[in-house]
């Protein structure tokens, strides 16, 4: 059983960043897709980021030059940086998992992920 923690979140004051990390335990091989979502109050859950087996990235478009999702060095670690961080950004966000190479990974395939961590939370001040 795949089991997702991530870490990082936290509040700052518009303008800053953060980063945040992802770790998969109970899984001896790489993992084929990993990815952030983003549940922001009073919206649906949407995709933030997502980076494959090979290194193929996907960030959502209005995100693209403020976050950046990248591989840790520990196996089947991601992270996300997000940076200029704005009021808007204020949410839970969580990490998922898939093993499977079924699916084109993209942001945009959240009922291809099996797994999926608690989530972390983010806040940001005006």
């Known amino acids: 059983q795949v089991h997702l923690v991530e870490s990082g979140g936290g509040s700052v004051q518009a303008g800053g960043s953060l980063r945040l990390s992802c770790a998969a335990s109970g899984y001896d091989r790489n993992l084929y897709c990993m990815a952030w979502f983003r549940q922001v109050p009073g919206r649906e859950r949407e995709g933030v980021a997502s980076?494959?087996?090979?290194?193929?990235?996907t960030i959502t478009d209005s995100l693209k030059g403020r976050f950046t999702i990248s591989k840790e060095d520990a196996k089947n670690t991601i992270s996300l940086q997000l940076s200029n961080l704005k009021p808007e950004d204020t949410g839970m966000y969580s990490c998922a998992a898939e093993a499977r190479r079924y699916f084109t990974c993209t942001h945009s395939n959240s009922r291809a992920m099996e797994y999926w961590g608690k989530g972390t939370e983010v806040t940001i001040g005006s």
């Open positions: 980076i494959d087996a090979d290194g193929i990235v």
